[in-house]
Nanobody, 122 residues
Framework: QVQLVESGGGLVQAGGSLRLSCAASGLTFGTSAMGWHRQAPGKELELVAGISSGKTTYYADSVKGRFSISRDNAKNTVYLQMNSPKPEDTAIYYC????????????????WGQGTQVTVSS
């Protein structure tokens, strides 16, 4: 059974920083693409950042230059470093894993965490 457990969400001031973590179990982590998605109230689910099995990264235009995704295959953990967050980054953030090594759309992800709330105050 695949489990993805997010942590690190909370309240952060605009311009600050926050790091989200996602611990994975039950999947072949090293060969799985991993991604962070978010959903704000009234908005569609959005892929924020993805990282391939080979550590190639993908970012939504809205977060390029501010967010950074990384993975530690020894710890089966993927991270999202959020620098200079803005109020519009407020959302529930979901960690997701794919059966494939590269995934750039939400519907390419097969496994999902429960989500963690991130609130950015102005």
């Amino acid at each position: 059974q695949v489990q993805l457990v997010e942590s690190g969400g909370g309240l952060v001031q605009a311009g600050g920083s926050l790091r989200l973590s996602c611990a994975a179990s039950g999947l072949t982590f090293g060969t799985s693409a991993m991604g962070w998605h978010r959903q704000a109230p009234g908005k569609e689910l959005e892929l924020v950042a993805g990282i391939s099995s080979g550590k190639t990264t993908y970012y939504a235009d809205s977060v390029k230059g501010r967010f950074s995704i990384s993975r530690d295959n020894a710890k089966n953990t993927v991270y999202l470093q959020m620098n200079s967050p803005k109020p519009e980054d407020t959302a529930i953030y979901y960690c997701a894993g794919s059966k494939y090594g590269w995934a750039v759309r939400a519907n390419q992800y097969d496994y999902w965490g429960q989500g963690t709330q991130v609130t950015v105050s102005s």
